[in-house]
Structure formats: C-alpha cells, structure tokens
C-alpha cells in the first residue's frame, strides 16, 4: 500500500509522543514493503530524504508557533492530493481540520485521535475552538478513527455517535544501561532520584509532585527532565517554586542515551498529570523496568491494566504518602510495593503489558484497519 502520515511535526524526532507513534509505525510498515510518506514540518535543520525506508517530504510553515499545525497541515494535505494514496492518515486534533479537503478529492483518511488536545490549558480561545473543530471533523468525515483509550472511544461514541477503533500506542522493550552520561552531568548513581519525564505544562501536574517531594523527608533526589524552551510563563513558575531546592535537578530535553538511563535507574517514574491521550513516557517507563507511581486519571489507570500505583489526581498529599510508602520499600526495587501483590504478580502484570502493547501487533492491526479501507474502494 501507498500511506501518508500528515500531523507529527518530525521524524525522527522526541518532541512529543505523535512523533514517537508515527516513527514506531511508518518505519515498520516499510519494512514490511509498504510504501510510507511522511511529512515533516520545516524546521531549518538538514533535510532527510528518506529514514529507515520511509520518504520523508517537507513541507514549509511560518514562524509563528500558533499557526505551525494548521498551516503544516494544510500545505501537507494539498501536496498530497497530487499522489496516489491508499490511506491518507492524519495524527492529532488540529490537523484533522484538513480532512474534508481530502475527502473532496477522493481520498481515503485514518484519523488518530492522540488525546482531547483542546482540555489543555496552553490553548487560548481561538486554538480551543479549532482543535475542536478538528476532532469534529475526524468525527464526521474521516473514513476511520483511532483512538487510545476506552474513555476517549466512549466520549466519540457519546459525542459523535462515532465508533471509533481502539488501537493503543506500544512498548519497546529495552535493556536497562548503566548511568555513565547522568553520573558525569548530574551525579546520579543508580537509585537515587525520582524521576518526572514529561513536558513541563500544566496538565502534567508537575506541581503535585514539586508540592509532594519538598514535603517528603528523603536524601533522594527529584529529576525533571522536559524541554526548558522555548520559555513560558508556566516553566518560569516551576523554576522559582524550586530555586530554593538544591535536590532539584532540571536536565532539559532529555533523549538518547541520556533518556534511556534516566529511565534505567530513577528509583520510580512519577506521572501525575490531570490530561493524557495516552503517555509514551509512561509506555517507556513500563519498558525500562521502572516502577511507576501514575494519578488516577482513566488514561493513565486503563493503560497500565493494574501495574504500578495511582493516587487522586490533583492532591498532591495523596502523592506524598504513595512516594513515602515507595521509599520505605527500597529492597523490592525494580519489583512494585503493594503489599497484596508478590514480585512474581507484579512481573508477570508486567510481561502482559508487554504483550498487550506490542508494536509488531499493533501495526498489523493498523494496517489491517488500512486494508479494510482498500477494498472498500476498490468496491
């Protein structure tokens, strides 16, 4: 089949979790010998051509961060209607908006709904109202929704009288690496530091855990690894609740080998957060053997299927006495602590998440969605 993949901003690229989804997905569907566009925002760096058997294509935006998305989108869309496709498929909210002009033209479209973009509260007015306009439009128009979680599939089902497809994002699995390049920048040793990977938004709810940590009596240390830039108000206020807190270390962007070994050694992976679709960084925690410590939003809960510990979102006391009890239970690390579950319970709930989110599978089930649509137009 001929696919296109329109939405992400690059591959390869860790600026958020589409573009992890849409690298994991395209480029094993080329090696299956599926023919996979992908259209990469313009960003300056040097173009790619091609990535591990994908075409990449690049398409021109302003320098307005506002207007990236759906000017990328639009652009992206009308240099497609010029090729031949199978599947057209859109990634996130916004460039949904851009849908009923392939639709115009004939084409086939997969939309996949990464999360309800417009309940976050970067988005002013007016990108609210587009980012709803985008969901509405994959709704009513798009030949196929995706989406990653049973609550988002009931809010489609509810709203739209859509049925939408439950196909998750996966897991890699990975080896855990030993910390050379964090002992040398940042002095950590290997179970010494909680560990936050996340944007730093305000819906990741990284002020429970600032809020949960200075209240915790504990030598560890809490790592903050999100991009710094560019500057917001809401990262500026995160940097002044913390100036005071030396055991606060912020690492920037974190990717590569620094990533995998923030992952590999943090004494357990917090995300806290009141608003996913459904987290990669959460995924990779799994991946790495970490213990994770999630709020109880059902995006974070359903996803982890009974591993790791939840607390009540948005109470960041119900943090402080989860972390407490986690750190009064170093000698079951990398093993989970609740007390009604073995360690062998808990690798085994472990190996099923790895199985239930295993990207082979999920890019068959994705390209048997795309089949679906084929034959239909052969029809």
């Known amino acids: 089949m001929k696919i296109a ?10 600026s958020g979790g589409i573009e992890v989804v849409v690298e994991e997905l395209a480029t094993r569907m080329a090696a299956r010998g599926h023919e996979v566009d992908i259209y990469n925002r313009h960003s300056g760096e040097e173009k790619l051509r091609t990535y591990k058997g994908t075409n990449i294509i690049e398409i ?6 506002a207007l990236h998305a759906l000017l990328s989108s639009l652009f992206a869309t009308v240099k497609s209607l010029f090729k031949t496709y199978d599947v057209v498929h859109y990634h996130a909210e916004g460039p949904c908006a851009m849908i009923p002009l392939a639709k115009l033209f004939g084409k086939k479209t997969v939309a996949t709904i990464h999360g309800l973009d417009w309940q976050r509260s970067k988005w002013g007015g007016f990108a609210t109202k587009y ?9 009513k128009h798009a030949d196929r929704v995706i989406v990653l979680s049973e609550n988002v599939k009931k809010y489609f089902k509810d709203k739209y009288d859509c049925d939408a497809v439950l196909i998750p994002n996966g897991i890699n699995r990975v080896s855990p690496v030993a910390p050379d390049i964090i002992r040398e920048k940042y002095g950590l040793c290997g179970g010494d530091y909680i560990l936050f990977l996340a944007r730093i938004t305000p819906e990741k709810g990284l002020d429970y855990l600032i809020d ?5 009596d504990t030598d560890k240390k809490l790592v903050i690894a999100g991009a710094l830039t560019p500057k917001t108000d809401y990262i500026a206020s995160v940097k002044e609740k913390t100036k005071d807190c030396d055991n606060i270390i912020f690492t920037d962007f974190a990717g590569g080998q620094t990533l995998a070994e923030l992952f590999s050694n943090c004494y357990v992976y917090v995300l806290p957060s009141d608003i996913e679709g459904m987290p ?7 991946g790495y053997d970490a213990r994770v410590i999630v709020s109880d939003i059902p995006e974070n809960v359903d996803c ?7 607390f009540a979102h948005g109470d960041s006391d119900a943090l402080r006495r989860l972390l407490a009890d986690c750190l009064a239970h170093e000698e079951l690390r990398p093993c989970d602590f609740k007390a009604d579950k073995t ?3 808990v690798q085994a709930e ?5 199985l239930r989110y295993d990207w082979d599978a999920i890019t068959t089930a994705t390209l048997d969605l795309y089949a679906g649509l084929k034959k239909q137009k052969k029809k």
Do not use: C, W
């Not at 993949?5 to 860790?14: C, F, Q």
């Not at 990669?280 to 799994?286: P, R, Y």
């Not at 982890?304 to 939840?310: E, F, P």
């Open 343 to 345: 360690p062998q319970d």
């Open 60 to 65: 021109p935006t302003v320098n307005v961060p």
């Open 280 to 286: 990669m960084s959460l995924l990779e925690a799994v």
């Open 304 to 310: 982890l299927d009974g591993y790791g510990n939840s």
């Open 131 to 139: 980012l709803l306009f985008g969901e509405k439009m994959a709704a």
């Open 212 to 216: 949960a940590y200075k209240a915790l």
């Open 5 to 14: 993949m329109i939405g992400h901003k690059r591959v390869p690229s860790r």
């Open 350 to 354: 472990r190996r099923n998440l790895l």
